[in-house]
């Protein structure tokens, strides 16, 4: 497989996530339980129906897909993505030990992202180095329809009052993304571009889980 070229920052943080989850793939599963309320909660905002399309950023090892066929049905299309090729396999043994028929991965970062066709909705889950990236969130926004459904999961740093437990916020980050930083509002890339916006604290404010719709404004897709 040829190297995927994208612009310098970009790809200094690709390599270090590549670095990371090379790693930490064989135990991730393992380490998502905290997490797994949050992950439904993200997918019932979504308010997916039968037939739909929806996108899977960052899928990982696939644990969100079983949540997502059943909103869907088998009428419906999941398409999920990851630039792990370790993370992506045990997605991948997930859909084919499972069964999935219409889930269609992709070996990809987000900025070279392409769909046979534009999704419903999509849901980030822990996607902060994708959430990031301009050109990735132009990317991901580009591949949707118009009011499609945005459901964001992630971390970010305490309240002002709790600022000293940030210092520990932010080693736990470091430890997944390669660009660890910008925790006090890593949603400020892609809610300008989103209407309907809500963003909700989880975790005792070291998370948060936030909604919007795609606006194909000239604005959003400039």
Partial sequence: MSKTILPPPDEIV?????????????????????????RERAIAALNLQPGQAVLDVGCGTGLSLGL??????EQGRIYGFDQSPDMLAQ??????????HNVELFECPAQTLNLPAPVDAILFHYTHDILRSPLAVHRLLAVAK???????????????????????????????????GELTAPWDRIAPHLSDWQMTPTQFGMGYLAFGRVNKSPQATK
């Fill in 146 to 180: 118009h009011g499609a459904a945005v459901a964001i999961a992630g971390i970010k740093y305490f309240p002002p009052w709790l600022a000293p437990l940030n210092i520990w916020v932010y080693a736990k980050n470091l430890g997944y993304n390669g660009s660890p």
């Fill in 14 to 38: 690709r390599a270090h996530s590549l670095a990371k989850y090379r790693k930490r793939a064989a135990r991730y599963d393992a380490t998502c339980g905290p997490t797994w309320p949050i």
């Fill in 68 to 73: 997502l066929c059943a909103a869907v049905g």
């Fill in 91 to 100: 997605a991948r043994q997930r859909t084919h030990a499972a069964g999935w």
